[in-house]
């Protein structure tokens, strides 16, 4: 089965540099979720988007902004990069508008994200 | 207050014994949905079990169940017939709301090392 795709895998950067990464979700799922691991910690929430429009909004620095294309996939750009935002990022998908088992959240592989 | 907690942060188990994963969880909305999912040391999350607040028998997937008691707000994970693979940490998660496509709040999760 399909599964959730991330890209790139691995990013280094230097500190207040750039980077974007890439979400495709499950084929047919049109939410997708940002979150944000930590060393050592629990995943925290970013943001997310259905249908094209964000959704809910977490713990997102304003120095990251997200948004999701019309082909579902979605990009969450990182701007000013700081040392404290080494972490492993996860993209998850779902159905939006299901219940019960339907609605589960699946995640991708996670981008491991290294600012120097 | 902690939305999810899981007071274990390791556990050992020794193969093929049954092992019992506590969550417990703090929410007033009679609408929820329940997650465990497993962090091996690749990083990867992957989805084990959901219960929702309205299920009335207790979720199972293969070696996989969880014992929910809606009146003590527990939702504890029991692995069966333990194996080396197992290893891993386990975070409990928990969705709000009416709406299936809320973020998930993650527990602080529970490292298991399954002995040989």
């Not at chain 2, 609408?31 to 990867?44: A, D, I, M, R, T």
């Amino acid at each position: 089965a399909a599964g959730v795709i991330q890209s790139p895998r691995h990013l280094i950067k230097e500190k207040r540099e750039t980077a974007t990464l890439k979400c495709y979700p499950i084929p047919r799922h049109d939410t997708v979720y940002w979150y944000q691991q930590g060393p050592g910690q629990d995943p925290q929430f970013l943001i997310s988007f259905y249908e094209k429009m964000q959704s809910d909004k977490g713990s997102i620095p304003d120095r990251f902004s997200a948004q999701q294309f019309s082909d579902y996939h979605s990009e969450l750009n990182m701007s000013s990069l700081e040392l404290g935002d080494s972490a492993l990022y996860f993209c998850a998908s779902s159905l939006g508008l299901s219940w019960g088992y339907q609605e589960t959240q699946y995640f991708g592989p996670g981008t491991r994200l290294l600012v120097l | 207050a902690q939305k999810i907690t899981q007071t274990q942060p390791g556990m050992f188990v020794q193969e093929k014994e049954a092992v019992t994963l506590d969550c417990t969880y703090d929410t007033s909305d009679p609408s929820y949905g329940l997650f465990w999912y497993k962090q091996p040391s690749s990083g990867e999350m992957i989805f084990l079990i959901y219960q929702g607040s309205y299920d009335q028998q207790n979720a199972t997937e293969g070696r996989y169940s969880l014992n929910f008691q809606k009146a003590r707000k527990s939702a504890n994970l029991v692995i069966s017939a333990s194996q080396l693979g197992d290893s891993a940490m386990y975070f409990c998660a928990m969705r709000e709301g009416d709406s299936g496509n809320t973020p998930l709040v993650f527990g602080k999760g529970t490292r298991l090392s399954v002995i040989a």
